[in-house]
């Protein structure tokens, strides 16, 4: 028997023992916890260094400094982290209390930007400014969203059975929030928030041909949206037939791609982008992963993908592991949110999907969304937390 034969085995048996370990860490209590907190900081880590890099040039261009929008993205990270903490350390019975109060705030902040709104941009009506700052009412109405829908079912979980206590009042309210959304021509913001709801619906165990069939209404729904607006239809054949459209709504997209090329396996540095300087649009927001992938690579671009895995890995590992209703639908809800604004904006980079103008989770660029996404992981790392507690007491 030859030497290799002969240690086959030994091998086999460490790679075993390997397995075995990994999973009993894995199934630890905490193990959900540390994974979304460990992936969700070094995101974010991560999203600073990179705006710092992506919006340096047209930071400089606009304002005279390479730092200014670095700044504003830094402040709300730094007002970020304690809104992580505190929402981290809230019991499940606040979350519930702040379902109905959150999604009737959301509501009003999302009809005041129909009424005294600020001025569009890239043909988007979404932000409000209040007290000298602008937010962007769509990102919280995500999360209120979830607490609401996550609150509902789990009141109503009895009477699921029964078609009418499923669909109403869950439909009409996320139509009413859809349609705010759609009045400020942000597409992008309402599939996901399309996302979210299937998810709360899914996993509250709707019938299989219900599923189907809201998510088949969902989809004519969005394609008749995608259909009404000049600038979408041109968004939509410029992604199928790039090469027609590059000096106008293919441009962004063909030069993101450009940037993915230019950086190869191990990317061209940290802060080296040729891209950044006023080729690439929103360089530091919508196409900041064109910039990874520029500067990093595709190592860089891998591991990227890869924390965010392990991101959605740990929001449904507690979604699983949950024993209540509410925990259980609303940790599920989250991680679907952030799953989707994931694939549809790196999807948009690399070419498989149009461009629809959604940021990258916890990297890109933007207060609004930065802070609703970091109080969304806190939601997660409390449901973590209630999910270990319960885990222990069981097994003592």
């Not at 919280?140 to 996550?150: C, D, E, F, M, T």
């Not at 969304?369 to 790392?381: E, K, P, W």
């Amino acid at each position: 028997m030859s030497v290799a034969a002969a240690d086959r085995p030994r091998r086999t048996a460490r790679g075993s023992a390997v397995t075995r370990q990994l999973r009993a860490l894995l199934d630890r209590p905490n193990a959900p916890y540390l994974i979304i907190l460990g992936s969700a900081g070094l995101l974010v880590v991560l999203g600073l260094v990179m705006v710092l890099s992506a919006s340096s040039v047209e930071s400089y261009r606009t304002t005279g400094s390479s730092f200014s929008y670095w700044r504003k993205q830094a402040v709300f990270f730094a007002i970020g982290v304690p809104v992580l903490f505190f929402c981290s350390r809230l019991p499940v019975k606040v979350w519930r209390a702040l379902a109905y109060p959150a999604l009737i705030f959301s509501g009003v902040m999302l009809a005041l930007v129909q009424v005294a709104g600020d001025a569009a941009v890239n043909g988007n009506r979404n932000w409000i400014t209040v007290g000298g700052v602008q937010i962007q009412p769509s990102e919280a109405a995500k999360l209120a969203l979830v607490l609401w829908g996550a609150d509902l079912l789990a009141r109503k979980h009895a009477l699921l059975d029964q078609w009418k206590h499923l669909l109403v009042p869950l439909l009409p309210v996320s139509g009413c929030i859809l349609l705010f959304v759609l009045l400020g021509n942000d597409l992008g913001t309402a599939l996901v928030l399309m996302m979210l709801v299937l998810s709360l619906l899914f996993f509250a165990g709707a019938p299989f041909r219900l599923f189907v069939a809201v998510l088949g209404a969902g989809g004519v729904m969005a394609a008749m949206l995608a259909s009404t607006k000049s600038n979408r239809v041109a968004r939509l054949t410029s992604w199928l037939s790039p090469s027609a459209d590059q000096a106008g709504y293919a441009y962004q997209a063909l030069h993101g791609r450009l940037a993915l090329g230019t950086g190869g396996f191990l990317g061209v540095g940290l802060g080296a982008s040729r891209e950044k300087w006023g080729t690439l649009p929103e360089a530091h927001n919508d196409f900041i992963f064109a910039i990874i992938g520029e500067e990093l690579g595709l190592l860089g671009s891998l591991v990227v993908v890869s924390l965010f895995g392990a991101l959605c890995y740990g929001g449904y590992q507690v979604a699983l592991r949950s024993s209540g209703r509410f925990e259980h639908l609303a940790a599920a809800a989250v991680t679907t949110w952030l799953a989707a604004q994931t694939v549809i904006n790196i999807g948009a980079v690399i070419g498989l999907m149009p461009v629809i103008g959604l940021p990258l989770p916890l990297v890109s660029a933007g207060g609004s969304a930065l802070l609703s996404t970091m109080a969304a992981i806190g939601l997660l790392l409390s449901l973590a937390r209630s999910n270990a507690r319960a885990e222990r007491a069981a097994a003592v």
